[in-house]
């Protein structure tokens, strides 16, 4: 397989560029852009027309390509570059720069500014969402579209230019919600982070329950500090009462009772269960402690519920035998028999020698939307964007912008022209500015995943 060259790098050429590097070497980075090509993308020839005059579309990828954070990068640009190699995938070229995971408001705002200078047609990125605020303002401020794999979660995030492709929270609560409905569970618990995103998460909970016609029973939140959760099961479940004492040494045996026990005065004992599905929210170093307890305090024999993160297989290998029964979303199942899925999971294998990932496949499905989008720009003189229906609510000014500023509005009125688009990830439409797709729906038993639900 020959890949093809689908990315060039930004010489600093002008004030703002040679400013920024200096910031770069002798103050705090800004952002840096990169001069040589990344580990393992082989080399690329500098390409010093970035106009697009050639024919060609520029693209930025804004993320970070240094630092903690550029494993995660690197897998999301290995699936971009992958999609190349699909038709007309020749038409792209990437500019690749660097966005440090703490980059604000002043740095995007000159990052944009610079590439607007630049014949850039559009931005992918952040992987950040509280980065997204600032490319969803500087998206308007120069007409250039973005394309992010960070959910859209809150209004700043969202503007008409800003144009969303991966999974939210919500989108992943709904699927779970919506499957317990289907599966008769008419009653659930609920163990959250207390504050922040479990909040959230409970919000979406309690809206699709509502929905679905499912009773929350009760729920219990946990603090960051966290690490005995017996308080939590206490709550929800109702335990056998023993006092100290009361048992011979024999019954003691037989129940499992250990100090530890006596000391809450409960035992091992099957408890009452009142709900029939438990949702566990956390992170893994949370949810290992929660799954762990749980069989430890015999609290079994219904589904637990969790989020995309326990879809990965470290986690499963260490702690698949108290996730028995687990159900969870993802986006994306490298193991799909689907022709597309096992097409990229080949080709992928073949040119990077390990098997992809969710932000791989999300990377693949952004190429491949970019390139259906540059199938369909118009030809050189004809209106930006048509009238009608599909124009964004306040954007009708857009379409008598003068020529000079035509690229990035072309480009943007190619994007909204790519109403589906069947990837990796499943079909998506295009629904506002979202790209709207069906969640994969796991169920882990046996040592096995099986598939629920499939976004095919």
Known sequence: MKMTTGFIFIKAKNKLFRFLLICLAVL?????????????????????????????????????????????????????LLSSNNPDGSKIRYVIVNLPANAGRTNIGYIFGSLSKKGISAVVGPIFARQLK????????????????????????????????????????????????????????????????GEKILAYIRHYSLRYGINILNTAAYDSKTVDFFNNFNSIVQFQNVEQGHLTKAEEAQLGVTPYDL????????????????????????????????????????????????????????????MQGAIFPNGFFKYDDNGVVKKFDAAYKKYYGKMPNILSAEGYDIGGILIKAAEKLPRPGAAAISGGGSMPLGLGQLQNL????????????????????????????????????GLYLFKYKNNKIYILESPF
């Not at 690329?44 to 494993?71: C, H, M, Q, W």
């Open 28 to 80: 705090i980075p800004l952002f840096s852009i990169a001069v040589a090509p990344l580990p393992s993308y082989g080399n690329t020839a500098y390409d010093k027309n970035i106009s697009g005059k050639d024919g060609t579309i520029k693209i930025a990828v804004l993320l970070p390509t240094e630092g903690r954070f550029a494993y995660f990068s690197k897998q999301f640009i290995n699936g971009l």
């Open 134 to 197: 600032y490319f969803a303002h500087n998206s308007v401020k120069f007409k250039i579209p973005v394309i992010t794999p960070s959910p859209l979660a809150t209004k700043e995030d969202i503007s008409p230019f800003v144009f969303g492709y991966g999974m939210t929270l919500k989108q992943e609560m709904k699927t779970e919600i919506k499957y317990a409905a289907y599966a008769g569970i008419n009653s659930i618990s609920v163990i959250y982070p207390y504050g922040g995103y």
């Open 402 to 437: 003068p020529d000079k500023d035509i690229n990035g509005i072309a480009f943007y009125g190619s994007i909204l022209r790519v109403k589906s688009y069947k990837g990796v990830c499943g079909i998506s439409r295009l629904n506002g500015n979202r790209f709207k797709k």
């Open 263 to 322: 000391m809450h005065g409960i035992t091992k004992a099957k408890p009452a269960i009142p709900f029939k599905g438990l949702f566990v929210i956390g992170s893994p170093s949370k949810l290992e402690l929660i799954l762990t307890q749980l069989m430890y305090y015999n609290i079994d024999g219904f589904p637990i519920f969790g989020l995309s993160s326990l879809d990965s297989q470290s986690f499963v290998e260490k702690y698949g035998f108290y």
